[in-house]
Structure formats: C-alpha cells, structure tokens
C-alpha cells in the first residue's frame, strides 16, 4: 500500500541530480516542482537556480514547472528561469503532468520529475507513470499543512528506506 507514495529515487538536493546522465538514458524533459525543490518557499530564483535551468537548456533537456501554487508565484519564477509552466496543477492529479509531458512533446519514458513532497509530488509521478525523485526539503520552515503532512511522510519513508536497504543487501 505505501509502495504507491514510493520515489523511485531519493537525495538530498535537486542540485546534485546528475541530468547529463539521465539525459544520456534517454530523458528528455523534466517536471520540476518549485517551492522547497528548486529554492526556499517563496523565493525568486537564486543563482543556483538560475544556472541550474541554463545548465539542462545546455544539455538538451526541456523544462516544466508544475506547483499548486497560484499564477503570479509560478509565472514569475518560470520567467526568471525560462521555463515553461502550470499553476494551481492539482498534484496529484495526473492531469497536469500530462500536460505537462505534451508541452515538452514528452513522454513518460523520456520524462523525469523532481518534487520534494511524497503525497502531492511523488504521488503524482507515479500515478503518471513518470521516474520520480524525491529531493529532501530546502528549508525546514513551511506551512502548517506542510508540516502535518511531513510527519506521515517521515512513516513512508521510514518503510522505504527499510525496503532499499533490503534491496541492496540482495544485490551483495
């Protein structure tokens, strides 16, 4: 039943992603989420951000953000980075990573997400059928539903980690 909330991957931080090397399997898109993914909730673009996205435009990789938040936050954001984009998405309704995938004339094979919330993000990833990766929050400080929310998936991703520790003892 957890299995379902599962990444398919998950680090510390999006900025340590090796996109040359999924690039080179095949990915040709990436969904990314924006708020505690990409910067601290709330915040324009810093330069991390900013050369991450000049980085992956260099590699070949296309880009769409995807965040519930409203326009004027999402819109804003996806200028400083120039970046395609969807608001109020409704992770994690897979309607919207469709679209999103259409956008970057993507697929799920050729696709890639990067979220740092397991219910909405990830969730919706793999409803979607997408290689999801979960990155851990930037910043501790977020909304009080947020913080509700990261006391279940902190039980989630107890079992997960379980899981992967077993499974790599298989490969021992």
């Given at each position: 039943?957890?299995?379902?909330?599962?990444?398919?991957?998950?680090?510390?931080?999006?900025?340590?992603?090796?996109?040359k090397?999924?690039?080179?399997?095949?990915?040709?898109?990436?969904?990314?989420?924006?708020?505690?993914?990409?910067?601290?909730?709330?915040l324009?673009?810093?330069?991390?951000?900013?050369?991450?996205?000049?980085?992956?435009?260099?590699?070949?990789?296309?880009?769409?953000?995807l965040?519930?938040?409203?326009?004027?936050?999402?819109?804003?954001?996806?200028?400083?980075?120039?970046?395609?984009?969807?608001?109020?998405?409704?992770?994690?309704?897979?309607?919207?990573?469709?679209?999103?995938?259409?956008?970057?004339?993507?697929?799920?094979?050729?696709?890639?997400?990067?979220?740092?919330?397991?219910?909405?993000?990830?969730?919706?990833?793999?409803?979607?059928?997408?290689?999801?990766?979960?990155?851990?929050?930037?910043?501790?400080?977020?909304?009080?539903q947020?913080?509700?929310?990261?006391?279940?998936?902190?039980?989630?991703?107890?079992?997960?980690?379980?899981?992967?520790?077993?499974?790599?003892?298989?490969?021992?």
């Amino acid at each position: 039943m957890l299995k379902q909330f599962y990444p398919k991957e998950y680090v510390d931080s999006t900025y340590q992603i090796p996109f040359k090397e999924f690039y080179k399997k095949g990915i040709r898109g990436v969904i990314f989420d924006i708020d505690n993914t990409l910067v601290p909730h709330g915040l324009p673009a810093d330069k991390r951000a900013l050369e991450l996205f000049l980085e992956l435009r260099a590699i070949g990789l296309d880009t769409c953000l995807l965040s519930n938040n409203k326009e004027p936050r999402v819109a804003s954001f996806a200028r400083q980075v120039d970046s395609k984009y969807i608001y109020k998405s409704g992770k994690p309704s897979v309607k919207n990573y469709l679209k999103a995938m259409e956008m970057m004339h993507t697929d799920k094979q050729t696709t890639l997400f990067v979220g740092d919330q397991l219910f909405t993000d990830v969730y919706g990833a793999n409803r979607a059928g997408i290689y999801g990766i979960l990155v851990k929050p930037i910043h501790p400080k977020e909304e009080i539903q947020i913080v509700m929310k990261r006391k279940l998936e902190a039980v989630v991703l107890h079992f997960y980690k379980k899981e992967m520790q077993k499974g790599q003892g298989q490969h021992d």
